[in-house]
Nanobody, 121 residues
């Protein structure tokens, strides 16, 4: 069975840093490949935080540019989100987003369970 293991969330003061990890394990038929991070604050819609393409190109939400960095370890099928200079408005559940593939063909998306990030003033 495919798995996304997210870690790194927690409580941090404003100005602090956290690093999120999302490690993917593919199944025997379905492959799963992490591609980015989204977040959802209470009462708000889920929003894009950062994406990374297979070629290494990155995209960031305007609100996190210059503070967050997404990266990938292809050998481990793992992506990371380094979050610096955290602000209270960064408080949210952060979700790892992945693509599901069968023999190289995308068949859909897959979401991690989410990891809570709380930034205090």
């Amino acid at each position: 069975q495919v798995q996304l293991v997210e870690s790194g969330g927690g409580l941090v003061q404003a100005g602090g840093s956290l690093r999120l990890s999302c490690a993917a394990t593919s199944g025997s038929i379905v492959a799963i490949n992490p591609k980015g991070w989204y977040r959802q604050a209470p009462g708000r819609q889920r929003e894009l935080v950062a994406l990374i393409t297979s070629g290494g190109s990155t995209n960031y939400a305007d609100s996190v540019k210059g503070r967050f960095t997404i990266s990938r370890d292809s050998a481990k099928n793992t992506i990371y989100l380094q979050m610096n200079n955290l602000k209270p408005e960064d408080t949210a559940v952060y979700y790892c987003a992945a693509e599901r593939r069968v023999t190289g063909t995308k068949i859909g998306d897959y979401w991690g369970q989410g990891t809570q990030v709380n930034v205090s003033s």
